[in-house]
Antibody, heavy 121, light 107 residues
Framework: EVQLVESGGGLVQPGGSLRLSCAASGFTFSNYWLHWVRQAPGKGLVWVSRISTDGSNTNYADSVKGRFTISRDNAENTLYLQMNSLRAEDTAVYYC??????????????WGQGTLVTVSS | DIQMTQSPSSLSASVGDTVTITCRASQSISSYLNWYQQKPGKAPMLLIYAASSLQSGVPSRFSGSGSGTDFTLTISSLQPEDFATYYCQQSYSTPRTFGQGTKVEIK
C-alpha cells in the first residue's frame, strides 16, 4: 500500500525556520518526482515545489523561492522541505504528493495527510 | 504561469442531480488536466487525469472532457458522499497550478 506521511509541522514565530518531512512506503521511492502543495486555512490548493527522482532538478513557486529548499533522501525514502524566513502568509497545511507520469499525462495520484504549519508570534 | 479558472465557485444540488463544473486554462494545455476531490480535513484525491481518464477506484458517475483550454467535470446522479470541493489542475508546465475550487453543497 502506498503511503506518504508528513511530519514536522507546528507553531513557529515569523522569521523562524521549520523542516517538514514526508516518509514514503509501498512504492519505489526513487522512481517518482515528488511535490509539496499547501493550503491556507479555508483557501484553495497552491503548488509549492517539486524535485526530480535523483534530486538534481528542483523548482519553486515564486512566493517561496530563496526561502524554501526541497530535498530528498532516496536511501531513507524521505522527502523534505526546509522552510526559512517564515512569514504569516506561509501558514497552511502542507501536503506532499507523488506525481505519476504516463503516456497520457501527469497527475498527483497519492497525497499525504498533511501537516499544519502556523507562523505567528 | 498558466492560470486556471473554475466556475462556478460553489453550487447547490440535490442527490440524484447531474452536476457540471468547468475549468478554463489561460493557454492551451492539450489534455494535461486533472481533477481532484477534497473533503473537509482530508487530503485531495485524484478523480480524473489527462482530462478524461478515470482514476482507478473512482466511481463511473464521474467523467471529464475537454482539451486545449476548456474542460468539464461531470458528476452524474450525485451521491451524498460527493458533496465536497473539486479542483482542476494543469500538469502541462511548472508551476502546477490549480483552479480556485468549486464547492458542491447539498440543496
Amino acid at each position: 500500500e502506498v503511503q506518504l506521511v508528513e511530519s514536522g509541522g507546528g507553531l513557529v514565530q515569523p522569521g523562524g525556520s521549520l523542516r517538514l518531512s514526508c516518509a514514503a512506503s509501498g512504492f519505489t521511492f526513487s522512481n517518482y518526482w515528488l511535490h509539496w502543495v499547501r493550503q491556507a486555512p479555508g483557501k484553495g490548493l497552491v503548488w509549492v515545489s517539486r524535485i526530480s527522482t535523483d534530486g538534481s532538478n528542483t523548482n519553486y513557486a515564486d512566493s517561496v523561492k530563496g526561502r524554501f529548499t526541497i530535498s530528498r533522501d532516496n536511501a531513507e525514502n524521505t522527502l523534505y522541505l526546509q522552510m526559512n524566513s517564515l512569514r504569516a502568509e506561509d501558514t497552511a497545511v502542507y501536503y506532499c504528493a507523488r506525481e505519476v507520469t504516463s503516456s497520457s499525462g501527469r497527475s498527483f495520484d497519492y497525497w499525504g495527510q498533511g501537516t499544519l504549519v502556523t507562523v505567528s508570534s | 504561469d498558466i492560470q486556471m479558472t473554475q466556475s462556478p465557485s460553489s453550487l447547490s444540488a440535490s442527490v440524484g442531480d447531474t452536476v457540471t463544473i468547468t475549468c478554463r486554462a489561460s493557454q492551451s494545455i492539450s489534455s494535461y488536466l486533472n481533477w481532484y476531490q477534497q473533503k473537509p480535513g482530508k487530503a485531495p484525491m485524484l478523480l480524473i487525469y489527462a482530462a478524461s481518464s478515470l482514476q482507478s477506484g473512482v466511481p463511473s458517475r464521474f467523467s471529464g472532457s475537454g482539451s486545449g483550454t476548456d474542460f468539464t467535470l461531470t458528476i452524474s446522479s450525485l451521491q451524498p458522499e460527493d458533496f465536497a470541493t473539486y479542483y482542476c489542475q494543469q500538469s502541462y508546465s511548472t508551476p502546477r497550478t490549480f483552479g480556485q475550487g468549486t464547492k458542491v453543497e447539498i440543496k
